[in-house]
C-alpha cells in the first residue's frame, strides 16, 4: 500500500505569529497498489464462441428425440366369442350376429377388425363400457400406462457383433432356400451359364461395385478368388442382386446352372486377407429404461392419411330390441388414425464410455421400438430380417412359423389366463430394462475401407392370438399372416470422414486406438471422426443444437407396420364405362 500525493501537515501554531492551537484532521484514502503473484496468471479477454466450442467438442452427454409418423393399414379382420373383444370390434356384420342373439343364440361369434387403439403409440380407451372399464372388461386401463399398453420404446446402441448368428433365406423367383451362418457371407444361386458368362442371383443386395473380386464357397481346383464381370442383368435394380463371372472355359460341375453358395466381398486379390469383407448381425444393449421414454402427441400435426371411423348405433322400436353393439351403447368406431408423436427421454445419455461394434467411439444411437401387446391381441414376438419378408410359396416365410426356436426373440413372454370364452392363454411381451440386448441388422464391414454397409435390417414380426380372435384366411395354421415393422431407427450424433486416413506411428501423431493396421503398407488405416458442428462439402456431418452441456440431436423418423399378404395401399381407378346396347 502507498500514499499517491503525500501531504505535508503544518502545525495551527506555526503558521503566524500567535496562531492559536487547533485539533486538525486528514482524511487519508488507502488504494491496493500490489497483490501476491500467483503462478501462470494471464490477463486475457475470454472469447464465449472459442468457450461454446470448446465445450461442445467435449461434452458426451445427449438428449436424443424424434417425431415419429406412425403408418399403419388395418388389414386383417376376423371373427371373436370372447366378450371383452366382442365389445370393442369396428364390426362387419353386426346385424347376422345381433340376429342371431335376438332369435335365442346364447353365444355366436361377431366379426370385424380390433380397433386402431390396439395398435397406436398412446391408447386412449381409458373408458370404454365392457373393455377398459365397467363390468366384465378386459383389463382395468390405468391412464399412465397409456404409452406402454402397445408398444415399449427405448434408446440403444450396437456394441458387439454376432458371427455365428444362424439365418435363413428363400428367394421367392427361384424358390430356392439357404440355411446360414452370417459369418458365411451373402448366398447365391447360379441361374445361368449362357455365352461364357455365368450369372449369380442373390436373394438380398450383395454390395459389389466395379473392380470388385468375390471369394466364393465353391472353388475350382483350389481357387475360389474371382473377378466381377459385370453387375446386373439389365433389369431395373439388378445390379443390387445379380453379379456375374467370365467363363474362361471352366471345366466340370463348379458352376452348374442350380448351384447355391454364399459369397464375400474382396477389394485387392493380391491383398484378400486384409481387404475381404466381414459378414455378421449386430447386437444392441439398452440404454434406457421403458419409464424413462416421453411419448406425446405432436401438436397440430397428423400424416397425410385420414381419420377411417364409423358411427355404430343401437337400433330400437322392434321387439325384441336389436343391438348392433353388444354393450348395447351407440359408439363411434376407429379403424385408422393418422396422428404423429414426439418421443424423448426424461434421462441423459452419457456415450463418454461406450464403444460401439467396431472398437470405435459410439456415432449411432438407435430408437428402439418393441411391440409390447398388452391387451392381448397377439402371439409371441418373433425376430428376422429384411429378406425373410417376402411371401413364400403364397404365404409367410417358414422362418416366422411359432414353431421355429431360431426365429424367437427370447423376450421374456408373460400370459394371463380368462374364464371367458377362447381356449388358452394370452401372450404379450415384457418390458425391456437398461443392460437388455437384443438383436440388429445384418451388417458387412471391411478392414480396408473401414465401412459398414446394413445388408439387411432387423424386423419383428406379430400376429394373431388364433384362440381369442380368429383371422379370415387362417390358412397357414401356426404360420399366418401378421405386421411387421423395423424396431431399430438411428440417430447419427457423430460421423467418420468421407475418406481413410493412412499413416505411421513413427511419424503421425494423434492415430485413433480403433485405426486398423495394414500389413500390406506397413501403416495404419482409419476415418477420422468430424468435429460437432462441422458440415463437409459432401454433406458429412452434424450440426445439432448444444446448450447447458448437452447435445439435443433430432430426427423424423417414418415409423411403419407394415402388413403381409394384403395390398399396402388401397389404390381408387375410375371404371370403365357400361356398355349396354342402349348408346
Not at 239 to 262: A, K, P, R, S
Not at 502 to 525: K, L
Request: hydrophobic share 30%.
Amino acid at each position: 500500500m502507498g500514499i499517491d500525493n503525500p501531504t505535508n501537515i503544518v502545525l495551527s501554531t506555526k503558521r503566524y505569529q500567535g496562531a492559536p492551537l487547533l485539533d486538525e484532521t486528514e482524511k487519508i484514502v488507502l488504494e491496493q497498489t500490489s497483490h501476491e503473484i500467483v503462478d501462470y496468471d494471464r490477463i486475457l479477454n475470454v472469447s464465449l464462441e472459442e468457450r461454446f466450442n470448446t465445450e461442445r467438442q467435449t461434452s458426451t452427454t445427449f438428449r436424443p428425440s424424434t417425431k415419429f409418423t406412425l403408418l399403419f393399414k388395418n388389414a386383417y379382420s376376423g371373427s371373436t366369442r370372447y366378450q371383452p373383444y366382442v365389445n370393442y370390434l369396428y364390426y362387419l356384420t353386426p346385424e347376422i350376429s345381433a340376429e342371431q342373439i335376438a332369435c335365442g343364440a346364447q353365444i355366436t361369434d361377431w366379426f370385424g377388425y380390433p380397433q386402431y387403439n390396439e395398435f397406436d403409440f398412446i391408447r386412449t380407451d381409458n373408458n370404454n363400457v365392457g373393455y377398459t372399464s365397467g363390468p366384465g372388461n378386459h383389463q382395468v386401463f390405468m391412464n399412465s400406462s397409456a404409452t406402454t399398453y402397445n408398444w415399449g420404446n427405448y434408446l440403444s446402441y450396437a456394441f458387439e457383433n454376432n458371427y455365428d448368428k444362424n439365418l435363413y433365406a428363400h428367394d421367392p423367383e427361384t424358390l430356392a432356400t439357404w440355411n446360414f451362418t452370417a459369418s458365411e457371407g451373402i448366398p447365391f444361386l447360379i441361374v445361368s451359364n449362357v455365352d461364357n458368362i455365368i450369372k449369380f442371383k442373390c436373394p438380398m443386395k450383395h454390395g459389389l461395385n466395379f473392380g470388385n473380386y468375390v471369394n466364393l464357397s465353391i472353388n475350382y481346383f483350389g481357387t475360389s478368388l474371382f473377378e466381377i464381370f459385370s453387375l446386373g442383368d439389365g433389369g431395373s435394380g439388378s445390379e443390387e442382386y445379380i453379379f456375374t463371372l467370365y467363363d474362361i472355359g471352366y471345366l466340370g460341375n463348379t458352376f452348374d446352372v442350380g448351384t447355391t453358395g454364399y459369397m464375400r466381398r474382396v477389394i485387392d486379390p493380391e491383398n484378400s486377407g486384409e481387404t475381404i469383407s466381414k459378414y455378421y448381425v449386430r447386437k444392441h444393449k439398452i440404454l434406457t429404461n421403458v419409464d424413462d421414454a416421453v411419448l406425446v402427441n405432436s401438436g397440430f400435426e397428423k400424416n397425410p392419411f385420414n381419420q377411417k371411423t364409423k358411427y355404430e348405433k343401437v337400433l330400437t322400436g322392434g321387439s325384441p330390441v336389436v343391438t348392433l353393439t353388444p354393450p348395447t351403447l351407440p359408439r363411434t368406431s376407429v379403424l385408422e388414425d393418422s396422428q404423429s408423436y414426439t418421443l424423448s427421454f426424461n434421462k441423459d445419455v452419457n456415450i463418454g464410455t461406450l464403444i460401439d461394434n467396431q472398437n470405435r467411439p459410439v456415432s449411432e444411437l438407435f430408437f428402439t421400438t418393441i411391440w409390447k401387446g398388452y391387451w392381448g391381441w397377439t402371439n409371441k414376438l418373433k425376430s428376422g430380417f429384411q429378406f425373410n419378408t417376402p411371401l413364400q410359396n403364397e404365404g409367410p416365410c417358414v422362418w416366422w412359423d411359432l414353431n421355429n426356436p431360431l426365429s424367437d426373440t427370447n423376450f421374456t413372454i408373460q400370459q394371463y389366463n380368462s374364464n371367458l370364452g377362447g381356449v388358452g392363454p394370452f401372450f404379450y411381451t415384457e418390458d425391456l430394462a437398461s443392460g437388455d440386448t437384443i438383436d440388429g441388422d445384418f451388417c458387412e464391414w471391411n478392414d480396408y475401407e473401414q465401412l459398414e454397409r446394413v445388408i439387411s435390417r432387423q424386423t419383428h414380426k406379430f400376429t394373431f392370438n388364433q384362440n381369442w380372435f380368429t383371422q379370415y384366411n387362417y390358412v397357414y395354421y401356426t404360420n399366418q399372416f401378421g405386421y411387421y415393422y423395423y424396431p431399430l431407427n438411428p440417430i447419427t450424433i457423430s460421423v467418420f470422414s468421407e475418406y481413410v486416413e493412412e499413416g505411421d506411428a513413427n511419424i503421425v501423431d494423434g492415430i485413433p486406438n480403433y485405426a486398423f493396421y495394414s500389413n500390406a503398407t506397413n501403416g495404419f488405416r482409419w476415418r477420422d471422426i468430424y468435429p460437432y458442428g462441422f458440415v463437409d462439402t459432401a454433406g458429412l456431418g452434424v450440426d445439432y443444437p448444444f446448450t447447458n452441456g448437452k447435445h439435443y440431436p433430432f430426427v423424423n423418423t417414418i415409423f411403419r407396420v407394415f402388413n403381409e399378404g394384403v395390398g399396402q395401399q388401397n389404390i381408387t381407378t375410375i371404371e370403365d364405362p357400361t356398355i349396354d346396347g342402349c348408346e
